[in-house]
């Protein structure tokens, strides 16, 4: 038994009764029923201009991203054309087209601009909190770079001198 036979069952009564093909008397159905209820039926509409936004790659799926935009408490479902480009672990700048949510699950459609690796410390897998928390308090890639290459030029290999014992 499916979950919603009653409503199944209204949609194929007005799908023989107009003609229509399943998914417009369904759409027909759900409207009159929003209608009724006064809730909203329109689906989301797009965004007046994109929204960019960096976010983590939390887990890429066959159609799908699940990541978590810097800034925001709650993950999202990233829906794109080209998650290929992406790898759980990276930070990605995100090209919002569309945002709504469905079952209390936030979603999303675009397009994936750029991914970054970050660059971690090989021995500390968790490196990458580290790097979210820059990244939350709206430090530029640039500038998280450049800091890092700051400290990575502070630290120099110790020379001869430094290793001969007095």
């Known amino acids: 038994m499916t ?13 023989r009764k107009t003609g ?4 417009a008397a369904r759409l027909h159905v759900l409207q009159a ?4 209820l006064g809730v909203a039926a329109e689906p989301a509409a797009p965004m007046a201009s994109p929204q960019r936004c960096e976010a983590a790659i ?9 990541a978590r935009i810097l800034g925001e408490s709650e993950q999202l479902t990233f829906r794109t054309g080209d998650m290929w ?3 759980p672990g990276q930070i990605a700048t995100l ?6 949510t469905w079952r209390g699950d936030a979603y999303a459609s675009g397009n994936i601009e750029s991914a970054y690796i970050l660059s971690l410390n090989p021995n500390d897998n968790q490196g990458v909190r580290f790097c979210l928390d820059d ?16 400290a990575h030029a502070n630290l120099r290999a110790p020379s001869q001198d430094d290793l001969e014992i007095n």
């Open 85 to 87: 480009t992406a790898v």
């Open 135 to 150: 990244a939350q308090h709206e430090l530029s890639w640039e500038d998280m770079h450049d800091r890092e290459e700051r």
């Open 20 to 23: 229509e093909s399943y998914t």
């Open 58 to 66: 939390l887990k890429v799926n066959d159609r799908s991203v699940r």
């Open 33 to 36: 029923q929003a209608e009724l």
């Open 95 to 100: 090209i919002i087209k569309k945002r709504w």
């Open 3 to 15: 979950a919603h036979r009653d409503l199944k069952n209204i949609i194929r009564d007005r799908q």
